[in-house]
């Protein structure tokens, strides 16, 4: 588990379970929504070799306990289809979001946004419209 997490930077600490248990309830077929619970968590502070991912714990690192936690990471969406927002038609990292940059590629015109799909790239005008 990571702590103060951003995409650019990565995140401040990483921590390693050593104690307690992880309840899965549902698993979907893709893997991007997992239920479940958290009981009798200890947490301790670690660093992490992204290349092996070995963990390796801090000397006089942070530790977190937690009693019991629910969670679901079921994502807004999988794909453009699941947003029925107008104001937001694209899925992006399983979220609905406008265009924001997000899906400005190097062949689109200033304005325009544009979306990869399939090897093409289809020009959606102001961001609100759907192929």
Not at 62 to 91: H, N, R
């Amino acid at each position: 588990m990571g702590q103060n997490c951003t995409a650019d930077a990565g995140c401040d600490a990483y921590f390693l379970a050593t104690e307690g248990a992880v309840e899965i309830d549902s698993l979907d077929d893709a893997g991007s929504a997992i239920k479940g619970r958290l009981t009798n968590v200890k947490m301790q502070e670690v660093t992490v070799d992204f290349d092996t991912y070995v963990s390796t714990p801090v000397a006089n690192g942070s530790q977190w306990c937690i009693g019991t936690s629910e969670f679901d990471t079921t994502p807004e969406c999988v794909e453009d289809v699941d947003c029925l927002d107008a104001a937001k038609p694209f899925c992006a990292e399983n979220v609905c979001v406008a265009c924001s940059g997000l899906f400005d590629y190097r062949r689109c015109s200033a304005g325009m946004c544009c979306r990869r799909q399939r090897r093409s790239y289809v020009r959606h005008g102001d961001g609100m419209h759907r192929r």
